[in-house]
Every structure is written in C-alpha cells, then in structure tokens.
Nanobody, 122 residues
Framework: QVQLVESGGGLVQPGGSLRLSCAAS????????MGWYRQAPGKQRELVAI???????NYRDSVKGRFTISRDNAKNTVYLQMNSLKPEDTTVYYC????????????????WGQGTQVTVSS
C-alpha cells in the first residue's frame, strides 16, 4: 500500500508565498516522475509542474518564474515553492507520483495525494 500525504496549503495574500510538501510512504521500490497538479471546480485537472527522478523539471507557462518544484529522493518527498501568488492560483493542489511498488513489479503506477487547498486573497 502506498500513500501520498500533502501539507502546506492555506490562505495567503496576493504576492505572498507558500510551500507545499508531499511525502510518499509504504511499499516503494522506486519513484519515477513526481508532480503537482491543480483542479478548479468544474474544470479538468491540469499539470502545474513535474520533476523527473534525475531532477529535470517542466512547468506550465502561467507559473514559470514563480513556482519551483524540487524533490528529496532520500525522503520520497516532492516540494512546490510558490512565490508571487495570484488570486488565479486559488484552487486545490494534488501531488502525483509514478511509483514502482516492488523489485518484482515491472509496471509503474500513478498515485495521488488527497489534495490541499490554496487560497490567494486579500
């Protein structure tokens, strides 16, 4: 059983910063890419940022220069540092990890965190 537990969401004023964390635990042999997504009510979930096991990163255009994704492989944890936050960043953020559960498993499985609310408002 694999769990992803997120933390760090909350309420912040425009221009402020938040740092999201997501720790994976359980039966884990290896983790490929880890990422952050967000989903507003009635809309599709969208990719915010993704980081490979080797540290390569990719961001959606609207967050480039403001958000930074990083990971600590020893802790199976991914972070999202969000600076210069805007009201349009308000929504629920989900972490994702592509995990190989055991050394005998050839498939990679998608796991999701429970979601954390980020609200940017004055």
């Amino acid at each position: 059983q694999v769990q992803l537990v997120e933390s760090g969401g909350g309420l912040v004023q425009p221009g402020g910063s938040l740092r999201l964390s997501c720790a994976a635990s359980g039966s884990i042999f290896g983790i490929n890419a880890m990422g952050w997504y967000r989903q507003a009510p009635g809309k599709q979930r969208e990719l915010v940022a993704i980081i490979s096991s080797g540290g390569s990163t990719n961001y959606r255009d609207s967050v480039k220069g403001r958000f930074t994704i990083s990971r600590d492989n020893a802790k199976n944890t991914v972070y999202l540092q969000m600076n210069s936050l805007k009201p349009e960043d308000t929504t629920v953020y989900y972490c994702n990890a592509k995990i190989i559960p055991s050394w005998t498993e050839k498939n990679v499985y998608d796991y999701w965190g429970q979601g954390t609310q980020v609200t940017v408002s004055s």
